[in-house]
């Protein structure tokens, strides 16, 4: 059930998946992990009150 891919078809795939990651898939992850990271400082504030020097 292996459909042979021509190159063309692969490297217009190859394309296609790159542009995926690079221009949706990496920012919309480092939205996230910028967040989620302030979102847990913000929450571990609130419990343990600020940094103290």
């Not at 190159?7 to 790159?18: A, I, M």
Request: proline share 8%; no cysteine.
């Amino acid at each position: 059930m292996n459909k042979a891919i021509s190159p063309e078809q692969q490297q217009k795939h190859e394309r296609n998946t790159f542009i995926f990651l690079a221009v949706f898939l990496a920012p919309i992850l480092s939205v996230i992990i910028v967040a989620g990271f302030g979102f847990a400082v913000w929450i571990s504030q609130i419990f343990l009150g600020p940094p103290s020097t």
